[in-house]
């Protein structure tokens, strides 16, 4: 994609919005609400000093995936294809600009975005032309944007998958994490149950107290009194 001096850093802001942001955004209501094949999605555009990359994001079954990446591709190609509507163009960059200016509320962040723009973008007043550059973002410019970044030539998929195996995988000693059939359970005479797990390495004593609670166990004479 492209770095944070580029003209097209406020397009890209405003296509990231678009796509992935919150459970109104085009591959959300696409992948997660309509054609259920995501548990969760997004977008997001990295713009370091140097050209960044534009990211799209899902975790869902592996069965799942090529239908997935096609869905992926077809909102893709409807950004470059046709031109959002006036609402959703103002939605999207609503929402860039109040995270930017959420975080920007105390004096040290404000301080810190001015040393920012002035080591990143090379100028210390940059907040401000990046307000005045994600207002003046339009329908046409996010168009002619998509259509020159979001391209099948410069894309990379990466797909964290579990290993294919026969064999069960346990937590071990080697691994760093002590395995489970290492515990020790003792039954107290009140009918506790307690799980003792030692590991030598750490200098350090963890206790966590667990019991049955919540709605599963609740009814409506005892409604809140796990809380």
């Known amino acids: 994609s492209v770095g944070l001096g580029h003209k097209d850093l ?28 995501v548990y969760s999605t997004g977008s997001y555009s990295y713009t370091p000093k140097e050209p960044g990359i534009f990211a ?11 239908k997935a990446i096609k869905e992926i591709w077809t909102q893709i190609e409807c950004l470059k294809t046709s031109l959002v509507s006036e609402a959703e163009l103002a939605k999207a ?11 920007r509320q105390t004096v040290q962040e404000r301080a810190g975005a001015i ?3 002035e080591a990143m973008a090379g100028d210390f007043n940059f907040s401000k032309r990046y307000i005045e550059g994600i207002n003046s973002v339009t329908k046409e410019s996010l ?6 970044y979001l391209t099948r030539e410069n894309s990379t998929i990466v797909r964290l998958a579990p290993r294919r ?7 071990s000693a080697e691994s760093g994490m002590p395995a489970l059939s290492n515990a020790e359970l003792f039954k ?4 506790l149950r307690v799980l003792v797990l030692e590991e030598k390495g750490l200098d350090i004593v963890s206790i966590m107290a667990v019991g049955l609670g919540g709605l599963r166990t609740e009814h409506f004479a005892t409604n809140g009194i796990s809380n």
């Open 10 to 37: 406020y397009n890209m802001d405003v296509l990231s919005i678009l796509l992935g942001s919150g459970e109104d955004s085009r591959l959300s209501r696409a992948l997660y609400r309509e054609k259920m094949l």
């Open 56 to 66: 799209v994001s899902a975790v869902l079954k592996d069965e799942n995936a090529e």
């Open 93 to 103: 960059k609503n929402i860039v600009l109040s995270n930017y200016l959420f975080s």
């Open 115 to 117: 040393v920012d723009g």
């Open 143 to 148: 168009k002619e944007a998509a259509r020159r």
């Open 165 to 171: 195996s026969n064999k069960s995988v346990r937590p």
């Open 188 to 191: 107290l005479q009140n009918g």
